[in-house]
């Protein structure tokens, strides 16, 4: 017979192979989709990487998703298209040129606008592509022709369609209001851009003097520095500890006089009941002020250093100014407490900056009734989001959406298509660029601002697929079949697609919507630079391949909120393809006897399509027909885990079919055919072992394509790509329950000798003796045809059945089954008082491990301060100690009667 080892080589080379795989893929144009072709479409938009991007864990995840997804439709003979491109990242692309110019020793003022965007474009055409190389690396196998930036013309042009349509329907306006501005980034952000964290700061109680003989007022404050916008102090109308009547109090340090006016959105509770107003450095302090008509003062400017308006302390530094301050109204006797408070603050998301709430002019888009229309979307079904505990949030955030900033104090990025005439005062928005004034053909000044980054991309479903033309490619994918992305940019991203694909296209832009987890660390915790545990994507796969790194994050991808990656984890998922290889040693030169079955020359789609549709071979033997069964049922479950999202159940399915059950007894009962003379059966048992080999590499293709091409190529008859095969529907018409319960039984009693060696610690190399009871006949057959192979698989001495009506021996640990019983002689084996006592200590240890973890559960500091991950992980360690000290308690039952039964 041939040498397994001799027919390929030991291990999976992925650090040649991946490249030259991924190649073989592109030349052929297996990526591409076409609009004209035939097939039920399925088409997945990428989230956008930034073009400054390199590849991280989130895109390695969300790729590794989506491309699944995408080779799985591909397969079943979907017209399938993953479009692909990048996001321009208006602040992250123009900080980095900036750094850049920096170093020259160059600003871009220096060089002017159309000079620095000359810059931009430059370094985009130089580095801007990196990410795309890493996606490739990672196997994404998106239509590349197709490759879309936000900022090409066509998508430019989408943007500026957009904005001249919204604002023809007064749904994109321009006005003054308290927007979030980062002093770094020097530029407006949304809300939503916005990130809170806790800290602990202090709550200042500063004493505002009557005027006219008026009582003085305290008021309480976190940010003592904007009081020198302060146009009122407000108290709650029912609040009896406030004198009724109109009164003033003077603003410290300025002797401004601001009256104290009467509101109920003033919690009484909160600090001494009486509220500084300051409408230009506060979203609701704004609002407040519009209904009392409070003028308006700026303290702070655009830098966050405090203005003229503060007199003595204008031009310092807005944190520097709050010491100053804080000592010198404690000077003047003003400052009454200083008490200690934790609370949000909220900062960047890019740059982490605190934000400071300034009023300046901006341009907003009008949301409440684009989120009406979105949210109704999901309400009645036509957008699914799974999974669906996440509607409550998406509610919650749309049912109560405030106006969008859409304008940024940026150069990079899409210009506000707005112009403005000093002549007539009026302001024009046009589709095309003017000479002139319309009106009054004066001079036109352009507006400066550029679009908030998430503005294109709101518009990505469909400006990629061509609109605003009606394309072949927008009649043909759109609306969008799914979209795969992070649970944290739903209101970033996915609630934008929303509003505007259903305003501008007058339906969703995607049927459903999949969340998945974001990437933490082992212990849970975000991975950061500070903290120094970031996990590289592309170390991990050069250290481990690719394959190995896509089922480590597929195996996790269920409906948790974080999802734990370790190179520990991505090792064990190397085992896993280093166990495919080595079933490919073994099966592959015993396929030698079939070559030539395969399909028509040529290769191609119909090629590989020919191979795995082939008629399948009898199948005789038991082994043949109880694999056959688990394939079908396998397939089956394989097909609907991918059709409902359930990744992680997908991936669990295919590890224990193939390391369980392929590998560990299939194999092993191919055998004695396979190593027989009879050639009859031999071709029988190859041809069997052909079929579960190739349907079983097409399962497991979407989410290690590399290693499944690989292996494909290398089977007798094998022509074509295993990418272009049909993905497998189960070729048997119906399972065999009976072939199941036969092999179960040989499995059962595997486990149960296994089981009871693990009980009662026997030595690895001790061969047990186990007898087999049951009271059907088949089960007697079957341990006499299989009791070799059982043997090598417990690491027993002898097996046998016991007669009927024999009692089970006394010094026998027993295993109850459906069938009957396997008991085990260990009492020999091991010393029992030893056990027992040991056993027993493991007892006190976990009684006491686990009154720790409870009483930590039952306390509600821990549950109120703990974050929420190490909750999460308290309580996963409870119900660890509790199932092992289960195991232990049955394990000191059974040594204490074997100890009895011995005496």
Known sequence: ???????????????????????????????????????????????????????????????????????????????????????????????????????????????????????????????????????????????????????????????????CTLYEEGLLYRGDYVTNWCPSCLTAISDIEVEHEDRDDSLYHIVYEGVGGAPSLTVATTRPETLFGDTAVAVHPEDGRFPAGEFKVRVPFTGREIPVIRDPYVEREFGTGALKVTPAHDANDFRLGQRHGLPTVVCIDRRGALTAEAGPYAGLDRFEARKRILADLESRGQLAKTEPLRHAVGVCYRCRTVIEPLLSLQWFVRTAPLAEAASASVRDGRTALVPRSWERTFFDWMDNIRDWCVSRQLWWGHQIPAWYCPGCGRTHVLREDPSACPDCGGRLERDPDVLDTWFSSGLWPFSTLGWPERTPEL????????????????????????????????????????????????????????????????????????????????????????????????????????????????????????????????????????????????????????????????????????????????????????????????????????????????????????????????LLHPVMPFVTEELYAKIPGASGFLM???????????????????????????????????????????????????????????VAEYSPLLLKLMGAETLSTALPGEAKPRDAAEQILDWGAVWIPVAGEIDLAAEQARLAKELVELDRDIAQAEAKLRNPGYLAKAPEEVVEETRERLASLRARREGAERSLRLVAGLAEGRG
């Open 475 to 698: 009649a043909r994918y759109y609306p969008t079949t799914v979209l795969v992305t992070g649970f944290d940019i739903i209101f970033f991203w996915v609630a934008r697609m929303m509003m505007m694909g259903l305003k501008l296209m007058g339906d969703v832009p995607f049927r459903t919507v999949v969340l998945h987890p974001l990437v933490r660390d082992a212990s849970g915790q975000k991975m950061s630079k500070s903290k120094g545990n970031v996990i590289d994507p592309l170390t991990v796969i050069d250290r481990f391949g690719a394959d190995a790194f896509r089922f480590a994050l597929a195996s996790q991808a269920g409906t948790a909120r974080d999802l734990k990656i370790s190179e520990d984890r991505v090792a064990g998922c190397s085992r896993f393809v280093n166990k495919l290889w080595n079933a490919a040693r073994f099966a592959l030169p015993h396929l030698a006897c079939l070559a030539g079955g395969g399909g028509p020359p040529g290769g191609g789609r119909d090629c590989a399509r020919a191979l795995l549709a082939a008629p399948p071979p009898p199948a005789r033997r038991l082994p043949d027909r109880w694999i056959r069964s688990r394939l079908l049922a396998v397939t089956r479950e394989a097909r609907e885990a991918l059709e409902a999202f359930a990744f992680d159940r997908y991936a669990d399915l295919l590890y224990h079919f193939i390391w369980d059950e392929l590998c560990d007894w299939y194999l092993e009962l191919a055998k004695p055919p396979l190593y027989g003379d009879d050639p009859e059966a031999r071709r029988e048992a190859a041809a069997n072992l052909r079929l579960v080999f190739c349907e079983t590499l097409a």
């Open 1 to 163: 017979m041939p040498d397994p080892a001799e027919s390929i080589t030991k291990n999976f080379r992925f650090d040649e192979a991946e490249a030259r795989i991924y190649g073989g893929w592109e030349r052929a144009g297996l990526f591409r989709a076409d609009p004209e072709a035939p097939g039920e479409p399925f088409v997945i938009v990428i989230p956008p990487p930034n073009v400054t991007g390199n590849l991280h864990m989130g895109h390695a995840l969300d790729n590794t998703l989506q491309d699944m997804l995408t080779r799985y439709h591909r397969m079943k003979g979907d017209n399938t298209l993953w479009m692909p491109g990048t996001d321009h990242a208006g602040i992250a692309t123009q900080a980095v040129v900036e750094r850049q110019l920096a170093k020259e020793g160059i600003s871009r003022v220096e060089l002017g606008r159309e000079g620095f965007l000359e810059r931009v474009w430059r370094w985009k055409e130089e580095y801007g592509g990196r990410i795309i190389g890493q996606l490739k690396r990672l196997g994404a196998s998106c239509d590349w022709s197709r490759e879309r930036f936000t900022m090409d013309p066509g998508l430019s042009r989408a943007v500026r369609e957009t904005f």
């Open 724 to 782: 272009a095969s049909a993905f497998p529907e189960g070729r048997d018409a119906e399972g065999d329950p009976a072939a199941e319960r036969s092999i179960g039984v040989l499995m059962d009693i595997t486990r149960a000798v296994r089981t009871s060696r693990a009980d009662f610690h026997v030595p690895p190399g001790a061969k047990v003796r186990p007898k087999v009871s049951s009271d059907r006949p088949e089960v007697a057959g079957l």
